[in-house]
C-alpha cells in the first residue's frame, strides 16, 4: 500500500485526508492518507520520518509552503513562480519534487462565467496561498491587484517579487486595517486565517460597512473552507455579492495531487461529498 499524507500545524480542522482517501478509491488504488501535523521547529525530522517511512508523497499546508521549499530537489513551474510548495512526489531515490497545485484550485473553482480580464482585484494576506492567488489572478488576466497586509515593511520583498514575476499587473500595497473603500474591485480574495474554525472563526478581515463600499456584481472569493461560510461570506450574501468559498479550490489541488502522484484523475463529486459529509 503506497502512503501519503498532509503536514503543517495546527491540522485539527482539516477534511483533507477524507478527500483524498475519496479520491483514492474513485481510482481503485490501495492508499492510505494520514494527517502529520509538524510543527516547523519539527519540519527537518519530519523530512527523515516521510523518507525513513517510505511515503510516496504528501500535502503541505500553513505554514510550511514556505519553508519545505528548502528540501525540495526540483519544483514545476507553478512552485518556482509562487515560490510555495503545496505538492511533494517522493521519488524512488528519495529526492523530492515540489508542486504548487493551489494555482490551479483557485482558478478552476472560479465559476467560468465569471470574467476578470482586466479587471482589479483586492487581495488579503501574502502569504503562500497569496502567492498562489496572485500566479491564478494573472492567468485570468486581470490589470491590477491590491495587496492588504498587516505589516507593510515586512511585505516589500514579496511585492518586488511579484512586480518582478508579473510586470503586466499593477501592485499597490495598502494597510489591512486601513480598508476603507472597496469600490474599484471587481473581486476581493481573503488568503488571511482570519475567520478559520479553530483560530478566529468569530472574526472577519473585512467589516460589513467597509464590504457595502463594493459595486453590484463583486464577487467575494475566500480561500478558507472550514467553516463553510466564514462571516466575511455570510456578510457579502447578506449584502447581494456573489460569493465563492474555499472548498471547491481545495478539491480541485487535490485532484492536481493526485494527477501528479498517479497521472490519473480522481472523481470530483465522490472527493466533494466526502468533504461535506466532514465538515
Known amino acids: 500500500m503506497?502512503?501519503?499524507?498532509?503536514?503543517g500545524f495546527p491540522l485539527g480542522h482539516s477534511?483533507?485526508?477524507?478527500?483524498?482517501?475519496?479520491?483514492f478509491e474513485s481510482?481503485?488504488?490501495?492508499?492510505s492518507y494520514e494527517l502529520l501535523e509538524t510543527d516547523p521547529e519539527d519540519l527537518v525530522d519530519r523530512v527523515k520520518f516521510l523518507k525513513r517511512e517510505n511515503y510516496s508523497g504528501f500535502n503541505v499546508t500553513i505554514p510550511l509552503k514556505l519553508p519545505i521549499s528548502l528540501f525540495v530537489q526540483e519544483v514545476d513551474k507553478y512552485a518556482d513562480i509562487a515560490g510555495a510548495v503545496n505538492t511533494v512526489k517522493i521519488n524512488s531515490d528519495k529526492t523530492f519534487k515540489g508542486f504548487n497545485t493551489d494555482a490551479s484550485g483557485f482558478?478552476?473553482?472560479i465559476p467560468k462565467d465569471i470574467d476578470l480580464t482586466g479587471e482589479t482585484i483586492a487581495l488579503l494576506g501574502t502569504g503562500g496561498a497569496s502567492r498562489a492567488a496572485v500566479l491564478a489572478l494573472?492567468?485570468?488576466?486581470?490589470k491590477e491587484i491590491g495587496v492588504y497586509t498587516r505589516n507593510i515593511p515586512n511585505a516589500m520583498d514579496y511585492m518586488a517579487y511579484m512586480r518582478r514575476q508579473f510586470p503586466q499587473?499593477?501592485?499597490?500595497?495598502?494597510?489591512?486595517d486601513q480598508i476603507r473603500d472597496l469600490s474599484k474591485y471587481k473581486m476581493l480574495v481573503n488568503t488571511t486565517p482570519i475567520g478559520m474554525q479553530g483560530k478566529s472563526a468569530d472574526m472577519t478581515p473585512v467589516e460589513e460597512p467597509v464590504l457595502k463600499t463594493m459595486n453590484d456584481g463583486a464577487v467575494v472569493y475566500d480561500v478558507i473552507y472550514n467553516p463553510k461560510k466564514t462571516i466575511l461570506l455570510k456578510t457579502a450574501e447578506k449584502l447581494g455579492f456573489r460569493t465563492i468559498n474555499g472548498l471547491d479550490m481545495l478539491i480541485y489541488q487535490a485532484i492536481n495531487a493526485q494527477k501528479i502522484w498517479f497521472n490519473k484523475t480522481p472523481d470530483f463529486n465522490a472527493m466533494k461529498v466526502a468533504a461535506l459529509e466532514n465538515l
Not at 503506497?2 to 503536514?7: A, H, T
Not at 477534511?15 to 479520491?23: D, F, T
Not at 481510482?27 to 492508499?31: E, P, Q, S, V, Y
Not at 494573472?138 to 486581470?142: A, F, H, K, L, P
Open 2 to 7: 503506497e502512503k501519503f499524507g498532509l503536514i
Open 15 to 23: 477534511v483533507s485526508a477524507y478527500i483524498h482517501r475519496a479520491g
Open 27 to 31: 481510482l481503485g488504488i490501495n492508499a
Open 107 to 109: 482558478k478552476n473553482a
Open 138 to 142: 494573472s492567468e485570468c488576466g486581470v
Open 169 to 176: 499587473i499593477t501592485f499597490e500595497v495598502y494597510q489591512i
